[in-house]
């Protein structure tokens, strides 16, 4: 199966980002027509998050993180991302449990 389209959410993002510390989607479709959302953190923003809940008060006060299905990597770039799909894409059988799927209307 290979990516058919692709959209990166921190592209649409007007001020820009920190490649090394920032969280985004991806949504893609593959070549069989299904669609797929996945969740990326760099390493360093997992470090900034917890940082941030500490002064907030958030997810008791940075003591615990939680994401859907997160994919961490070390910066965010649209040609890493695509190589993380990929090779995800081509090694794992069930990508529900990596990946949500979009359902059509």
């Known amino acids: 199966m290979e990516i058919k389209n692709i959209w990166f ?3 649409a993002w007007e001020n820009g980002y920190d490649k090394d510390d920032t969280n985004s989607d991806a ?5 069989d027509g299904t669609k797929w959302c996945a969740s990326f953190f760099t390493y360093r923003n997992l470090s900034s998050l917890s940082k941030k809940n500490r002064v907030t008060g958030e997810c008791l006060s940075g003591q615990y993180f939680y994401a859907d299905k997160p994919i ?4 965010m770039s649209k040609e ?3 190589s993380v799909l990929n090779d995800i894409i081509q090694t794992e ?3 529900t449990c990596i990946f949500t799927k979009v ?3």
């Open 80 to 82: 890493l991302i695509i």
């Open 103 to 105: 359902d059509e209307p």
């Open 72 to 75: 961490f990597i070390s910066e």
């Open 27 to 31: 949504c893609f479709e593959l070549s």
């Open 9 to 11: 959410e921190f592209e």
């Open 93 to 95: 059988t069930d990508l």
